[in-house]
């Protein structure tokens, strides 16, 4: 069974920085063969994806952070990151890591007051 935990959130001004982190642990699995991606919920909306690194290590990204998150993966440390920079009121939300198509982490909640 794989566990994901995220962590790095917080309340940060808006035009701001922080980097989310989401480390990977578990018997017998291989980090390395699965996409990752990062996903959001804000308040009374539904969850949306943020960005997504495959396996390969190509990004994609949601229209509406592109230029300003990055993802990226350390396949050592089975860890992926969100770098997310000019951050906006409307980025608050929690923020999960997913790992292939059913593996969930518990969120880390970014605030970004107005």
């Known amino acids: 069974q794989v566990q994901l935990v995220e962590s790095g959130g917080g309340l940060v001004q808006a035009g701001g920085s922080l980097r989310l982190s989401c480390v990977a642990s578990?018997?017998?699995?291989?980090?390395?063969?699965?996409?990752m991606g990062w996903y959001r919920q804000a308040p009374g909306k539904q969850r949306e994806l943020v960005a997504r690194?495959?396996?390969?290590?190509?990004?994609n990204y949601a229209d509406s952070v592109k230029g300003r998150f990055t993802i990226s993966r350390d396949n050592a440390k089975k860890t992926v990151y969100l770098q997310m920079n000019s951050l906006k009121p409307e980025d608050t939300a929690v923020y999960y890591c997913?790992?292939?198509?059913?593996?969930w982490g518990q969120g880390t909640l970014v605030t970004v007051p107005s």
């Open positions: 690194i495959t396996s390969g290590g190509s990004p």
């Open positions: 997913k790992m292939g198509l059913n593996a």
């Open positions: 578990g018997n017998r699995f291989s980090f390395i063969v699965y996409d």
